[in-house]
Each structure stands twice: as structure tokens, then as C-alpha cells.
């Protein structure tokens, strides 16, 4: 959806376009940590240009309040998508295994990996898990094998190595409780790092 164009009626003078080169990549950056929105801002004329995917359509005035405050920024124009962040998904695993559940774990991998390519300069953490069985030791190797399973197959879709962060936590994800199934609790799942 394409939001339009924002006047910024403050602006005035002529602030060093680098310093605020430097501010929009830091809030692009600080907008990019939360995991609900990926972005990518540029800067040219006194007009700030973001693009990118938010899950909440309440995202796009923050982010245009924020770009606005920035001295020398006359305009804030956005074309965002909506849905769901490729880091929201999660691939899952056999027990005791590096070995993927199902057949959609490839096409998961293919999205993030065009998601990631969109998005250079988005680092993020791959982290491992299990399910609560086995012994701690043990678990803790499981996940980092899942986890680094991963981070190998996103390099060998173009993703550089040194952008994936591998992590890893024997047990459950957070929000998985243990009432639920353990399947859930053996996947790897993403989320940005901080920059």
C-alpha cells in the first residue's frame, strides 16, 4: 500500500545530508529490532524514502513522526506491504535430528532467503531448539546443529554467513508451553539482531 507523501513543514537550513544519512539508518535500524516491520530508508533531496513490509498499519505514523524530527528532512514518503515477516515462521524437526518435519520447511527457507536479499543490511539471529527430553549437554548440541543446519542452507541461497547469527537454546521457544505438543518446541526460529 502506498501511504504517500508526508510534508515536513519545520525543516530549514541546510544540515550535513551525511549526519542525516547517519540518523536515518540508525532509526531504520532501532525500527528493524522489533521483528513486526523490516525497512529500508533512503535519502535524497531532502526527501526520506521508505520501503518495506509492517504487520500493524499503526507502524507507518511512528515511523513517519520519527523521519519528520530529523532536521533537513522536508518530505517522508513510504510504500509499505502488508503480511506477515518471513522471521515470524519457524522450521521444525525430527526428534533427536537436524532432519526438517515436512516439505514446506524448503519454501520457508526460499522466502526468507529472498526476504533477507531485499533487506542487506538486516543481520539476523538463527536460534536452535528441542524439545525438553534428553540431557542438557546433549540438547544444547542438538539446537546448535539445527541452528547452523539452517544458517548453511541460507548460504547456499546467496545469504552471507556473517549476517546469521547462530544461537542456541536447549528446551522450548517462550511461547511454547508444556502442555503443547513437543514438535513445537524442535524448530529453529529467527529474529533480528541488534545492530
Not at 22 to 27: F, G, Q, S
Not at 158 to 181: C, H, K, M, T, Y
Request: aromatic share 6%.
Amino acid at each position: 500500500m502506498n501511504l504517500g507523501e508526508q510534508q515536513n513543514p519545520g525543516s530549514g537550513g541546510a544540515p550535513d545530508p551525511d549526519r542525516i544519512r547517519a540518523e536515518i539508518d540508525r532509526l531504520a535500524t532501532l525500527f528493524n529490532s522489533t521483528g513486526t516491520r523490516a525497512i529500508a530508508a533512503t535519502f535524497a533531496d531532502g526527501q526520506v524514502s521508505v520501503q518495506g513490509l509492517l504487520e500493524k498499519d499503526a507502524d507507518a505514523s511512528t515511523i513517519t513522526q520519527a523521519f519528520e524530527r530529523i532536521p533537513g528532512v522536508r518530505r517522508v514518503v513510504l510504500n509499505f506491504q502488508d503480511g506477515t515477516l518471513p522471521l515470524r515462521k519457524r522450521l521444525y524437526f525430527d526428534s533427536g535430528s537436524t532432519d526438517f518435519t515436512g516439505a514446506q520447511e524448503s519454501q520457508i527457507l526460499d522466502e526468507l532467503a529472498q526476504f533477507l536479499k531485499r533487506y542487506p543490511d538486516l543481520q539476523v539471529n538463527v536460534i536452535g531448539h528441542t524439545d525438553p527430553r534428553g540431557g542438557i549437554t546433549e540438547n544444547r548440541q542438538l539446537a546448535r546443529q539445527r541452528a547452523e543446519s539452517v544458517r548453511t542452507l541460507l548460504v547456499k541461497r546467496g545469504i552471507n554467513a556473517q549476517r546469521l547469527r547462530v544461537q542456541a537454546v536447549p528446551g522450548s521457544p517462550a511461547d511454547v508451553g508444556a502442555d503443547q505438543p513437543l514438535w513445537q518446541s524442535r524448530c529453529v526460529r529467527f529474529e533480528p539482531a541488534n545492530l
